[in-house]
């Protein structure tokens, strides 16, 4: 039987929900025995969430005298520690800016291949689905390595439940800080906005929202599904929303739940960014618009009227 490790990542202490798809695709066919690693937060809280998705152990992994939030360096090194220790055949994670970070630099601490940003995962046959040429294909590549190494694009792979009763260990890694980087201070967002890579659901504005204050229609759409707001390039390059904000080829790629496109014509590069998307709805005035040959619904319509009917709904409904 498979040994499968999942690094688990969380926010203000809680663990994040797209670790549930990790944790689901580390599953495989049910027969692997599956540990989940953290570096933050508290295995003892986490553990009966983690439970619920197929974790079988929940390790607290530390170093001594050290805080790994501080060193990426230390924090691979001690990964790769648990990766010995436990004997897995496989390490997987978030590609999130953090997971992309450690997974590289356990990859070459380890001198291991890795795969980043993945859709899907085969861990019998160490095969990785990624997106390549802006989304206009996909490759299945295999990873000829003892331990794979694969961080998985947030919200790619479905959480299906699986509860187990998971068991609690602590790990104290014997490394040591090689003291080539140090975090001073990490610089977050306000608190109500979510990650557009985290997020299951977005509501995108195109460059007919006409200015940066009238995507507060969008926000409001967006808080009442728990979701985050985006922009397309054409917007972002117009002023009326920062490059954070961005979804595309030259922006960020992300694979909500459900995505709303308001205002989009539907280019390729922007399509890039968001194709993978599990429920796409356009809104544009033009029938013909491309967006409309790439969704699941459209409605043809004017944004600025569509969008604050479809928040009054939701109100009522939710």
């Given amino acids: 039987m498979a040994t499968i490790g999942v690094l688990i990542e969380t926010e203000e202490g809680a663990v994040k929900e797209t670790n549930f798809g990790v944790l689901t695709a580390a599953r495989g066919q049910g027969d692997a025995t599956i540990i989940a690693l953290m570096l933050d937060g508290s295995a003892t809280d986490a553990k009966q969430t983690l439970g619920q998705y197929g974790a079988h152990k929940v390790v607290q992994v530390s170093v001594a005298g050290a805080d790994l939030s501080a060193s990426p360096d230390l924090a691979a090194r001690a990964l790769a520690a648990s990766i010995d220790h436990f004997g897995l055949q496989a390490l997987l994670g ?13 990859a070459a601490f380890k001198a291991l291949a890795m795969a980043s940003d993945c859709l899907a995962v085969d861990l019998t046959a160490k095969t990785v689905k990624k997106s390549h040429f802006s989304g206009k294909t996909f490759a299945t590549l295999k990873l000829s390595a003892p331990v794979m190494l694969c961080a998985i694009r947030p919200n790619a792979i479905e959480a299906v439940a699986a509860p187990v009763d998971a068991a609690e260990e602590a790990f104290a890694a014997s490394v040591q800080d090689p003291g080539g980087v140090k975090v001073i201070e990490i610089k977050k967002e306000a608190a109500d906005q979510v990650d557009l890579t985290e997020a299951g659901v977005i509501v995108t504005g195109g460059r007919p929202i006409a200015s940066a204050d009238n995507y507060k229609i969008l926000e409001a ?5 728990g979701g985050a707001v985006g922009a397309s390039r054409a917007a972002v390059d117009a002023g009326f929303a920062p490059h954070r904000m961005q979804v595309g080829q030259t922006g960020k790629t992300v694979s909500p739940r459900l995505y709303i496109g308001c205002g989009l014509s539907g280019s390729v590069q922007h399509f890039a960014g968001m194709k993978t998307s599990k ?20 409605i043809v319509g004017d944004l600025f009227e569509v969008v604050p009917v479809l928040t009054q709904v939701l109100k009522e409904k939710l």
Avoid: H, W
């Fill in 94 to 106: 978030l590609a999130s800016a953090r997971g992309r970070d450690l997974f590289a630099r356990l």
């Fill in 221 to 225: 759409c967006a808080q009442l599904l």
């Fill in 279 to 298: 429920v796409i709805v356009a809104i544009n005035t033009d029938k013909d618009a491309p967006i409309f040959e790439k969704c699941d619904y459209g």
